[in-house]
């Protein structure tokens, strides 16, 4: 089965944001309760994990050059807005 590749990407986001959300977890609980530790170990190794795989799977992909542009692309330089006064005069001849 192949996964998505939109999850794959935000594969880092989640890491980062499930990290923060047992972090706060574990805050909220207090230092009283006896799961607390374990929230904030999971919390801290889960937000140290999701930007250590963005880091790594930018470094692991190939740069990309830009890509051409397309032969219909019409740059702003190439566009007439205004006709230059020669062609204004022919156009007044005719």
Same mark, same amino acid.
């Given at each position: #089965? =192949? /996964?998505?590749? *939109?999850? @794959? *990407?935000?594969?880092?986001?989640?890491? @980062? /944001?499930? +990290? /923060?959300? #047992?972090?706060? &977890? +574990?805050? $909220? /609980?207090?230092?009283?309760? +006896?799961?607390?530790?374990? $929230? #904030?170990?999971? +919390?801290?190794?889960?937000? @140290? $994990? &999701?930007?250590? @795989?963005?880091?790594?799977?930018? !470094?692991?992909?190939?740069? !990309?050059?830009? !890509?051409?542009?397309?032969?219909?692309?019409?740059?702003? &330089?190439?566009?007439?807005? #205004?006709?230059?006064?020669? =062609? $204004?005069?022919?156009?007044?001849?005719?």
């Amino acid at each position: #089965m =192949q /996964l998505n590749s *939109e999850l @794959l *990407e935000r594969a880092p986001l989640v890491w @980062l /944001l499930l +990290g /923060l959300l #047992m972090i706060s &977890g +574990g805050l $909220y /609980l207090g230092f009283d309760h +006896g799961l607390t530790i374990f $929230y #904030m170990l999971v +919390g801290v190794f889960c937000s @140290l $994990y &999701g930007p250590l @795989l963005f880091f790594f799977k930018r !470094r692991e992909q190939p740069n !990309r050059s830009p !890509r051409p542009l397309s032969r219909e692309f019409i740059s702003a &330089g190439a566009t007439v807005i #205004m006709p230059t006064p020669d =062609q $204004y005069d022919e156009d007044r001849q005719q």
